[in-house]
């Protein structure tokens, strides 16, 4: 297809999303437990919105004519990369969905997909919507299947060019290795994290507080990206630690499909068990409990929102990375214990900040080791911003112009030039 005739797919996708929103909705709700409002009112449209990105960026993918020493002439061609393996991940699984085809399909590749084994709903709807905007048969491939099976299938095979992630840092390692192991195929890896929210001592501590439980406890506490450090300077730590409680004892869990519900479910028995075997841990380890820390109600997957004080870096609850609805916080003294405190991790994907100090925003996000720096706000996707890790957090960029790269070759052509008018 010409670039052209991808983009207007990929438009017509997003119209068909917009159209099916309460559909697609319904199903990720379903799937994974997720308030239904949270998903029709912001998830279905952000993957209209990234459909419409991508979009604009299928005709301007171009490559470049290079100036040579000498009588040559010389372009470089940005050429597909091929097939595409895709395995994504089930706590948004729509958005996840869009984040991968987005990119292969505008730079003009096909695509393997696995979504998860606990979500496999929604990505089925959208694929068929895909069809039906005029994407050509066997362009886009899904499988439902489990990770060691049908996942490890794909990050092996020796057809597959180009493979993407989303997950564990553990299963991370496991998928580059098969993908060393088979062909060499390069790996984009959007794994955990254990990011920090650094409140500043200038800090509106209601402001801060609402933010703060807005970057832990979004979708369940299920986020890679979670603000699951929250690192309070010490002046305003025990007003910070007390409207903290608050602000959980007065969240909303229950039905997902309720209006006004804040908090539906976790995903299944495993994330539900490992919760609250962390909970128990850092009770044990000496953090107070302020409040939550059991089981909601006595019947599905819900766990009261939790808060910890006094918790200090050595503990699991500090360190691992939990995936709940479980807020743990630090104290600090100053910038340079904060910043050497957040970076004594070996996850590196996102981290907030909270300030009116220009100066200070300025040296914390220098300083931290991270992908993204949520400065006075905290999940902020953009279609347009990029986003990923560093250390074992992953590797590469999704989203944005940094993700067309993850899709495409560079070829070199140089030809000779005979008498030259001009080099």
């Known amino acids: 297809m010409t670039a052209y005739e991808r983009q207007r797919v990929l438009l017509r996708f997003a119209d068909l999303i917009e159209k099916h929103n309460d559909e697609l909705a319904a199903l990720e709700t379903w799937d994974n437990g997720k308030p239904y409002e949270q998903a029709a009112k912001i998830e279905v449209p952000m993957l209209a919105r990234l459909m419409r990105y991508y979009a604009g960026w299928a005709d301007k993918i171009h490559g ?94 020796m057809d597959v060019d180009k493979l993407a992630f989303t997950g564990s840092t553990a299963t991370g390692k496991v998928v580059l290795q098969l993908a060393a192991k088979s062909n060499l195929k390069p790996v984009t890896l959007e794994l955990g994290g254990k990011s920090p929210f650094i409140v500043c001592e200038d800090a509106d501590v209601d402001k801060a507080v609402e933010l703060a439980h807005f970057a832990l406890f979004f979708n369940q506490g299920q986020c890679c990206c979670a603000g699951s450090r929250t690192f309070v300077h010490e002046r305003v730590y025990d007003e910070f630690v007390e409207k903290a409680k608050a602000r959980a004892l007065n969240r909303s869990v229950g039905d997902p499909f309720r209006g006004g519900i804040e908090q539906g479910p976790q995903i299944d028995t495993d994330q539900f068990d490992k919760i609250l075997k962390y909970i128990n841990s850092g009770i044990e380890s ?22 910890f004080s006094n918790v200090k870096d050595d503990m699991l609850i500090a360190k691992d990375e939990i995936f709940g609805p479980v807020q743990t916080i630090l104290k600090y003294k100053d910038l340079d214990e904060v910043i050497r405190r957040a970076n004594s991790t070996q996850y590196g994907l996102a981290a907030g900040v909270f300030t009116h100090n220009i100066d200070t925003a300025n040296t914390l996000t220098r300083a931290l080791r991270v992908g993204t720096v949520w400065v006075n706000c905290f999940d902020t ?10 250390k074992m957090s992953g590797h590469g960029r999704e989203k944005g112009i940094y ?3 993850n899709y495409l070759q560079v070829k070199a052509v140089v030809t000779a030039l005979k008498n030259p008018a001009w080099l």
């Open 286 to 307: 000496g953090a107070t409990l302020e409040t939550g820390g059991e089981r909601f109600g006595n019947k599905g997957y819900y766990i009261k929102p939790t808060v």
């Open 381 to 390: 996707f953009d279609a347009a911003i990029p986003f990923g890790g560093y």
């Open 64 to 157: 470049l004519t290079v100036p040579a020493d000498g009588p040559y002439h010389v372009q470089t061609l940005h050429e597909p990369i091929g097939v595409a393996g895709q395995i994504i991940p089930w706590n948004f699984p729509l958005l996840m969905f869009g984040w991968k085809v987005g990119p292969a399909l505008a730079c003009g590749n096909t695509v393997v997909m696995k979504t998860a084994e606990q979500t496999p709903l929604s990505a089925l709807l959208a694929s068929k919507l895909l069809h039906e905007a005029g994407l050509p048969s066997g362009v886009l491939n899904v499988v439902s299947g489990f990770g060691p099976t049908a996942g490890a299938a794909i990050a092996s095979h």
């Open 403 to 405: 993700s067309l790269s």
